[in-house]
């Protein structure tokens, strides 16, 4: 079975939210836990009531059994979100520094352990989806300003970038092979000579 063409030239999103998985994050244990040496990581001494910070995928497995909260990321607050979305719109040739994977933690937070935030979760999500859209809007109008050697689009997180990515291949490809197209011509007019006119 092969992949559907949209997936051809970029990550699934499951497969962005995997990776994210690997951000380090709060957590406060409600056991005690010995540390643990696994393959790629190592798990903290764990103790009860005091922030630790762990894999988040650790710290969902640790919320699934009820073992500890997770403590909701600063950037993931109605104030921080209200000032990146305020900047998106005033500042549109420039996209707010946000955190890497901010798409898929806040997703994966909401999903998992709204619970623990201390802040209304629809609220945050509603934010987050404006922020997304306004994002989204700026990076397509970026698009429009491509050439074929260069583009411009800091701070786009690792789930932007990929879902621009199969539209942005496809625009680079056009633009290259038209660079392309253009220096050959000129190198056919330059072989042929100048052209003279018989008056």
Request: aromatic letters at 8%; one cysteine or more; glycine letters at 4%.
């Amino acid at each position: 079975m092969s992949l559907p063409k949209k997936y051809k030239n970029t990550f699934l999103p499951s497969e962005v939210e995997f990776q994210a998985e690997d951000q380090p994050i709060l957590i406060i244990p409600r056991y005690a836990l010995k540390d643990r040496q696994l393959i790629g990581t190592s798990i903290p001494v764990l103790k009860p009531m005091k922030r630790a910070e762990v894999p988040l995928w650790l710290g969902f497995i640790l919320k699934q059994q009820d073992r500890c909260n997770i403590v909701t990321p600063s950037w993931l607050s109605i104030n921080f979100l209200k000032k990146a979305y305020q900047e998106e719109v005033t500042y549109t040739t420039r996209f707010f520094r946000m955190p890497w994977n901010w798409l898929e933690i806040s997703k994966m937070i909401l999903d998992k352990a709204s619970d623990d935030m201390t802040e209304p979760p629809h609220q945050i999500r509603a934010l987050i989806q404006d922020l997304r859209e306004v994002r989204l809007i700026k990076a397509r109008r970026g698009l429009k300003e491509l050439n074929e050697s260069y583009m411009q689009l800091d701070n786009l997180s690792l789930m932007e970038i990929n879902e621009l990515r199969p539209m942005v291949v496809g625009v680079m490809d056009q633009l290259r092979k038209l660079q392309v197209g253009t220096n050959e011509d000129e190198e056919v007019s330059d072989e042929e000579g100048p052209l003279s006119y018989d008056i």
